[in-house]
């Protein structure tokens, strides 16, 4: 989403960094470019002008004007008010009740429906038990999706049926199926509309006194930009949230409503949802989203996302077979797999840092590739994954033909896979010289 605002700083910081000392007009030229950014970015005007000057004041004192660095200085000063503009520090989700209620609220396609979803999945992790609860009586549609997507993650679903239209008597339903089932977390996935109106506030406001919810949270759509702070600023003044779920950061919007939603409404972002799958929901970090945003990666989301798809016992057998270097074709595919399960690669790779510089210079990563290598070793035979070495040249065609590609792009592969052994054997030589613990985290 941020793709283009972190092009925008980028280039604001490259040309001071050829600059030794910043003089009064260099401060004035990097504000004016740092304020045209933002608000490209369709951030909202008056949080623009209120961020370019308080960075103006910290510019302007005597040690960044006196600094060696003051790229360095500059980068860090924007990086802490960026970080404060989103809200400074990350707010845990923490459930404490013996059966909380968790109120989700939004406009129709803001992708309300799959969030409540991706928050079953989410606090089932945290050792919650998740119970879906269809409220959306206007659009049956939404109770039919909702039951697909509780099936998907296995999660319990309750739902009125075809022509129920009483949305008191459905909670109190399913909050005594709660208790049958010995469920501790109501996800209620409420009514939305196109757009604000009476009826769906006030229908918001009777369930929220009925449910009592430890948390309300509303969800925005990121592409709507500005629309999303509007939305946000009516919602909060009816019904005081206590937090705002993002969807959609994975498109290509100018990232406005994420800059711009606590600043304009005081209320924190809570998740950001960011891809189409149901595990594709993260806590929002304003520290990590600023370094993204300033290209300094996000090193710790992506260590995080590591580890959500490798248990202890999984990485401890890896771990032993590339110490044995008895690491095989199978072995590298299985990696493969896990990779792709964390996410698109793009976005992962931005998320190292330096990375996502050089991305934006034309380096971009074609998920088709891992395709295309997934399908060459499932082309072959298992005595092949284990001993690749017997591959000749007829097997190498016969594979080519399986799996849709060339001879040209098995031979890369077979390459690519000893020189990483080889590699991994002498990372393996050197942490037994240094008496290391070899470790893959």
Known sequence: MFSSLSQRFEGVFSRLRSRGKLSDKD?????????????????????????????EERVAGEE?????TPAQQIVKIVNEELTGLLGGTA????????????????????????????????????????????????????????????????????????????????????????????????ILDTAGRLHIDEEMMAELEMLKSLAKPEETLLVLDSMT??????????????????????TKLDGDARGGAALSVTAVTGARIRFASV??????????????????ILGMGDMLSLIEKAQETMDAEKAEELE?????????????????????KMGPLDDLLKMIPGVS????????????DLDRVEAIINSMTSDERVR????????????????????????????????????????????KKLKMPFSLN
């Open 27 to 55: 401060i004035e030229e990097t504000s004016r470019e740092v304020r045209r950014a933002l608000l490209e970015a369709d951030v909202n005007f008056r949080v623009a002008k209120q961020f370019v000057a308080r960075i």
């Open 64 to 68: 960044v004007i006196k600094s060696f």
């Open 91 to 186: 707010v845990p989700f923490e459930l404490k009740e013996p059966l909380s209620a968790v109120m989700v609220v939004g406009l129709q396609g803001s992708g309300k429906t799959t969030f409540c979803a991706k928050l079953a999945n989410f606090v089932r992790k945290k050792g919650r038990n998740p119970l879906l609860v269809g409220l959306d009586v206007y659009r049956p549609a939404a109770m039919d999706q909702l039951d697909i997507l509780g099936r998907q993650i296995n999660v319990p679903v309750s739902r009125g049926g075809s022509g129920e239209s009483d949305v008191a008597g459905l909670f109190d339903r399913a909050r005594a199926e709660a208790r049958a089932k010995m469920c501790d977390t109501m």
């Open 225 to 246: 930009g500005q629309e999303a702070v509007n939305v946000a600023q009516t919602f909060k003044q009816r019904l005081d949230y206590t937090g705002v779920v993002l």
């Open 275 to 292: 891809g189409e799958k149901l595990v594709d929901l993260e806590l929002f970090h304003p520290d990590r989203m600023a370094g993204r």
């Open 320 to 340: 032993k077979r590339l110490r044995d270097q008895a690491f095989t074709l199978n072995d590298f595919l299985g990696e493969l797999r896990r990779v792709k």
């Open 357 to 368: 510089k050089a991305m934006s210079k034309g380096l971009s990563v074609d998920p088709k």
């Open 388 to 431: 690749p070495q017997i591959i000749d040249g007829s097997r190498r065609k016969r594979i080519a033909r399986g799996s849709g590609t060339s001879v040209q792009d098995v031979n890369q592969l077979l390459k690519q896979f000893q020189e990483m052994k080889r590699m991994m054997r002498q990372m393996g030589k050197m942490q």
